[in-house]
Nanobody, 116 residues
Framework: QVQLVESGGGLVQAGGSLRLSCVIS????????MAWYRQAPGKQRDLVAS???????NYADSVKGRFTISRDNAKNTVYLQMNSLKPEDTAVYYC??????????WGQGTQVTVSS
């Protein structure tokens, strides 16, 4: 079983920054893909950014140039640095992990609210 614990959400004004963290209760050697998703009220859950075990990253077009996904192998942690936040970034953000055995795990979610 893999547990994901997210933190770092909160309320910020438009143009501000937040950094989300997700601590994974398993060594990274068994994790092949880590990602952040978000879900706004009444909308589907969408991919925000992902990073592979090899370090390749992928971003949704709406966050390119503003968000950065990264990881710290020593801390079993994946981060999402969010800059130049917009009100439309308001959502619950979820950490997602896919293991080498293709099991998928989700965190509990952390609320990000951007005021205009």
């Amino acid at each position: 079983q893999v547990q994901l614990v997210e933190s770092g959400g909160g309320l910020v004004q438009a143009g501000g920054s937040l950094r989300l963290s997700c601590v994974i209760s398993r060594n990274f050697f068994s994790v092949k893909l880590m990602a952040w998703y978000r879900q706004a009220p009444g909308k589907q859950r969408d991919l925000v950014a992902s990073i592979t075990s090899g370090g390749s990253t992928n971003y949704a077009d709406s966050v390119k140039g503003r968000f950065t996904i990264s990881r710290d192998n020593a801390k079993n942690t994946v981060y999402l640095q969010m800059n130049s936040l917009k009100p439309e970034d308001t959502a619950v953000y979820y950490c997602n992990v896919q293991t080498s055995g293709n099991a998928i795990y989700w965190g509990q979610g952390t609320q990000v609210t951007v005021s205009s």
